[in-house]
Structure formats: C-alpha cells, structure tokens
C-alpha cells in the first residue's frame, strides 16, 4: 500500500490551503497504514473520524475564502465538495464496519487520486485567483 505525497507539484501558491493539504495527506496515510497494520477497530474508527472531520473543517475553510473572495467558480467547487464529503463518508462506514477489504480500500484510494488530481487543477485555480486579490 503506497503513501501519498505532498509534492512540490501539489502546492497552489497559497500557504493556508497547502498547509491544510498537507495534513490532509498526512490522515489519508494514518488511514492506510491502520489498515494495512490490521489495527483494532477502535484505533481505525478514530483515524476514520478525524479524516472525515478534517475534510470537512478544510472544504469549509475554502468556500468562505471562495466566498470572501466572490470566486467565480464557487457554485461547481461547491458541488464537487458535497459529492466528495458524501462517498468519502460512505466508504469509510463501509470500512468501519466489514472492515478494510481489498474492494473497499480500491474504492478508498480511487477516491483519494479524485482529492489529489482536484488539489491540481481546481484548487490551483482558486488559489490563483486568490492570489491575484
């Protein structure tokens, strides 16, 4: 099972959202490594919590910069966030309850690559934007 890597080429311009990534990053890879070690349920499930909580808490953090900032493409952004928070809290309770299954741990790392490749493209133009402000 791979780490994710916070990579030069992930970084937007805009130390906050880096800086969130970052951690960002660093739960996934707690995540994976608590499944991959065959920790206790008790220990994943709180590994589970923070990624959720940590997603959320840095999605709001970008849309109130998207909003303050009166980004353009806040309304697609928005949207891909819901959706995003949604799946990730499906396959997580998945994994909770049965477990880190080979099918649900694939679903869990397509999700993360869909987080990544987002970061490079909408997130980079967010923060373009904002650093033209």
């Known amino acids: 099972?791979?780490?994710?890597?916070?990579?030069?080429?992930?970084?937007?311009?805009?130390?906050?959202?880096?800086?969130?990534?970052?951690?960002?990053?660093?739960?996934?890879?707690?995540?994976?490594?608590?499944?991959?070690?065959?920790?206790?349920?008790?220990?994943?499930?709180?590994?589970?919590?923070?990624?959720?909580?940590?997603?959320?808490?840095?999605?709001?953090?970008?849309?109130?910069?998207?909003?303050?900032?009166?980004?353009?493409g806040i309304t697609a952004h928005k949207a891909f966030h819901k959706q995003y928070k949604q799946t990730l809290k499906e396959i997580t309770s998945r994994i909770s309850v049965s477990g880190p299954t080979i099918v649900e741990l694939g679903k869990l790392n397509a999700h993360i690559s869909v987080l990544i490749s987002h970061i490079n493209t909408e997130d980079k133009k967010l923060a373009a934007f904002l650093n033209q402000k």
């Open 1 to 72: 099972m791979g780490r994710y890597e916070f990579t030069k080429k992930l970084e937007t311009g805009n130390a906050t959202i880096d800086k969130e990534h970052r951690e960002l990053i660093d739960a996934v890879n707690k995540l994976l490594q608590a499944c991959s070690e065959g920790k206790g349920r008790a220990s994943m499930d709180e590994t589970i919590k923070f990624l959720n909580s940590y997603v959320d808490k840095h999605f709001s953090h970008e849309e109130q910069l998207q909003q303050q900032s009166g980004y353009p």
